[in-house]
């Protein structure tokens, strides 16, 4: 189940994608406490596929990792938009 957006800017989400990218944790517990950090701070449900798989992301599949900052993982994360039916 999807987490609520919580309270937190850009700069929050920022830190917590460098800190998964630069493998900055000690358990699994951790890794996986900063991935649904991560999700609670952005709008895209698929935010963490923007880290782990790029290339099957919608906004990212025609950029290469090295392209990938935290700024722009954050910024594509912030871009989703829910579907209305």
């Known amino acids: 189940m999807r987490q609520h ?3 937190g800017g850009p700069d929050q989400a920022i830190e917590v994608v460098r800190r998964i990218l630069a493998g900055d ?3 699994d517990e951790e ?5 649904n950090e991560f999700a609670s701070l ?5 935010a963490s ?6 290339n099957q992301h919608p906004l990212s599949s025609g950029l290469s ?3 990938l900052t935290p700024e722009l993982i954050v910024e594509l994360a ?5 579907f209305e039916l």
């Not at 952005?42 to 698929?46: A, Q, R």
């Not at 596929?49 to 790029?54: A, E, K, Q, T």
């Not at 912030?78 to 829910?82: A, D, E, K, S, V």
Request: proline share 13%.
């Open 42 to 46: 952005v709008p895209d449900p698929k």
């Open 65 to 67: 990792e090295n392209e």
């Open 5 to 7: 957006l919580r309270m």
């Open 78 to 82: 912030h871009q989703y938009r829910p």
């Open 25 to 27: 944790y000690t358990t």
């Open 49 to 54: 596929d923007l880290i782990f798989w790029p």
């Open 31 to 35: 890794a996986e406490s900063l991935v």
